[in-house]
């Protein structure tokens, strides 16, 4: 009552408001389910996370008296030259298909861009791989790089002479880490080439025209125009590739687990072999704790750069 | 296949003075052709095995050409089993083709396999997932939209650095949170998990889709007469159903196609498809018609769902960083 008669009394604007809910409650009440969905599910756990971390539990033995250990985990892992591994291998892995991607879709999206005809029918079939399940594909390639059997194998064999079961991908200590990069590449090139084929459209007209009046060569077009200008296109394309691949589970788990030995033993595998096979809970969160803080730096500098993106 | 035809509308903005020429177009066409036909060869080899008899999918060299088969669909949705000579010419007659090709390799079928039930698995919590996150993203997205919420940029990296954890790190806590509340290879685990890590997802890419409708058009529906709630439900949302059409695929397309949280989280009850068509076994190793053939039906939905998709494909992958 008190409400009605003190909005029919006010000016417009403040009468709007004060109908039914304030917009102060309806942004809090819009915004408070989202809050608790992500507060019980991902920073309650990872509260947890932090606290087993600092403890000699193991989940497969609930009920063994659990013994504080502090920091000796964190100690452990960062001192330990074993754990250099996995690293390098996420480095390599991560190195290698950014630049094959990097490369090769920002090539096709150039490409694209020179408008043939039929040009917008093969982008849409090109774009296919990167939306289906890389486990369920992922899993299919290791038929296709079987010895003798595979197709992989096969076409190889044919396009260069070798014999196809000369070479095993996912059984080779030299082949295995390729063998990840490529199912990898083939699958999230075109996600890079659709990115930057966004940034060569963002590039208007008017400024290769004014070029052409300068009679500046196409070589110099390329170098001072497009390249400058599809760059942070390509930098968040990568960006958002190095985030992804850091955490690397699902094609690598199916293709080789990590093998052979521990050849393409990413994080992601040891953090699962710790924390699922040899049950060392506490050792197992501290590195999971280790590799948030690092995930977290790089989703830093993406935000900056996503923004910078936007805001050209 | 005739909708993939179509250009998506995004992609097609043509240079106007600045054309390419011939020379350079054929040029083009001709590595980008080339290219796409190799990226698509081990989906078409997918769809190949799919329809070949077990040997033909083994054998040496590689079969393009072959007499297809139905016994990789048989092998996938039914379990079976070795039986004697002399018990296979007791029974009567087969009464399904898959029956019928059991026999012809002296089996017998057993029961259904899990596929059916892994599928449905699927289905259930990569639609409840949707439903729960789109509908707890678009009202977020409004707020954060239209309020002065203090924080506001605080809150949405927050959101957003939720979807950067690894999973494997983030699956630890939870597998032992689920296992003490009972939701342990429950789908509402599973629901409520791939919710949490749409939800990042689907805020941002609603709050852009909302940003782009007009503020008068809820302020004049005020001026009407409507509350706040009242605009937001009868002019809001119906403005911005496209977006919301297309949050939901992508929300539904990851939950369909997520394999960390689900491998390590789920084991029978729960089990969604992704970690189960990798374990699809034959006698003497890998039934891989039966794997190619559960992998076809798998894909099929997302094939339909990226035509669908194309015009808003480049918005989804970048969170709503670029936009055309």
Redesign the interface.
Known sequence: MMAERAARSTP?PLA?RM???S??A??????A???L??L???????I??VR?SFTNFR?NRPNAEIVGVGIDHYVAILTDPDVWGPMQATAHFLFWTILLQTL?GF??AY??D????????????????????????G???A??Y?P????FN?IVSFATGIA?SSFEMLGSVKLAPWSIIIVDT?MW???VM??C??GL??IP?YI??AA?VDRASAWRQFWSITLPMVLP?IM?AVL?RG?EN??M??LV??LTNGGPGSTTEV??IT??RE??EKWR?GY??AL??I??VA??G??NIY?KA?NA??NR | MSAILVPPKGLSTAHSVVEPTAFAKRLAATVVVLYAVLTLVPLVWIALTAIKSPPDSISYPPKVVFQPSIEGLCNLFTTRSRQTEEYLKSLPPPATVCDESARRNSMVVVSRSNYLPRFANSLVIAFGSTLLSVGLGVMAAYAFSRFKVPGKDDLMFFILSTRMMPPIAVAIPIYLMYRELGLSDTKLGMILLYSAVNVSLAVWLLKGFIDEIPREYEEAAMVDGYTRLQAFRKVVLPQATTGIVATAIFCLIFAWNEYAFAVLLTSGEAQTAPPFIPIIIGEGGQDWPAVAAGTMLFLIPILVFTVLLRRHLLRGITFGAVRK
């Open positions: 417009a709007l109908r039914g809910l917009d102060r309806i942004a809090w009440l819009f915004i389910p989202t809050m969905l992500l019980a599910i991902n920073i309650f756990p990872l947890w996370t087993l989940a090769i090539t096709l490409l694209i020179r408008k043939f005809r039929g040009h917008g029918f093969w982008t849409t079939l090109i774009l296919i791989p990167m939306m289906l399940s890389p486990a369920v594909v899993n299919f390639w038929f296709l079987q003798q059997i595979g197709l096969y196809p083939w090139t075109p996600y659709l990115i084929l966004a459209r963002s007209d290769y025209e052409e296109f968040l958002f985030i850091f955490k589970f699902d788990n199916l994080v992601s953090l699962k924390a699922f809970t197992s969160s999971a704790i590799l948030f995930v977290f790089l989703a935000v996503l993106v936007k």
